[in-house]
């Protein structure tokens, strides 16, 4: 198994700031994925990240609006920019840690006033 | 792509009574069907999973069928328990365990 952080835990920002969420995992680990899940529904994958190279986003969200950083095999960040109400979700890093499972961080709740 | 469609969005059950949450999805490709359970501020947390070779799988009180053919999947739950009382999500994939498509969700209440 897998134990992973995230920082913040909740943050209120105002539109068109940007916010910049903390994974950290607890082993080394090949593959971050970044989702969000919109108030009561279900998660969406932003993007999969990987150390070394470019982070890849699914159809929807590009690299402008949610940047983010893979420096080493236990920590990423993810930047939500340009904040807007419809940004307002939770935010989750989950990681592939046994080879054959997802682990999900306790997200980031995030409102954007 | 893949759309996973589940049912019912809330469920609401006696303890010791059984629930069930229903699931389909669209890619016949798809050959790995895991159910997450949210509890209150915190991330999904993998309970049972399923790949397409079996039709059925149990750990205790917890046990998913799939039926390829119709393309939809079930997650049955025996002898409640107000511990249970969270909200379950269905996924599917073709491509194992890391690009899901998660369902929309079910929000189980155990009443003791």
């Known amino acids: 198994s897998a134990v992973i952080s995230q920082k913040p835990s909740r943050d209120i920002c105002q539109r068109g700031t940007s916010l910049t969420i903390q994974c950290q995992v607890d082993?080394?680990?090949?593959?971050m994925f970044w989702y969000r899940q919109q108030p009561g529904q279900s998660l969406t994958l932003i993007a999969t990240?990987?150390?070394?190279?470019?982070?890849?986003?699914e159809s929807g969200f590009v690299i402008d609006k949610f940047p983010i950083s893979r420096p080493n095999l236990t920590f990423s960040t993810l930047t939500v920019s340009n904040l807007s109400p419809e940004d307002s979700s939770i935010y989750l890093c989950?990681?592939?840690?046994?080879?054959?499972?997802?682990?999900f961080g306790p997200g980031t709740r995030l409102t954007v006033l | 792509g893949e759309n996973v469609e589940q049912h019912p969005s809330t469920l609401s059950v006696q303890e010791g009574d059984s629930a069930v949450i229903k699931c389909t999805y669209s890619?016949?490709?798809?050959?790995?069907f895991p159910w997450y359970k949210q509890e209150l501020g915190k991330g999904p947390q993998l309970i049972i999973d399923?790949?397409?070779?079996?039709g059925e799988k149990k750990d205790q009180r917890i046990a998913v069928t799939l039926n390829k053919t119709a393309k939809h999947f079930s997650l049955h739950i025996t002898e409640t328990q107000p511990e249970d009382s969270a909200v379950y999500f269905c996924?599917?994939?073709?491509?194992?365990?890391?690009?899901?498509?998660f369902g929309t969700g079910t929000k189980l209440q155990v009443i003791p």
């Open positions: 082993s080394q680990v090949t593959m």
């Open positions: 989950s990681v592939d840690s046994s080879g054959n499972e997802q682990f």
């Open positions: 990240a990987n150390q070394g190279s470019e982070a890849t986003y």
């Open positions: 996924a599917a994939s073709r491509g194992g365990y890391q690009k899901v498509t």
């Open positions: 890619d016949s490709a798809s050959n790995y």
């Open positions: 399923i790949r397409s070779n079996v």
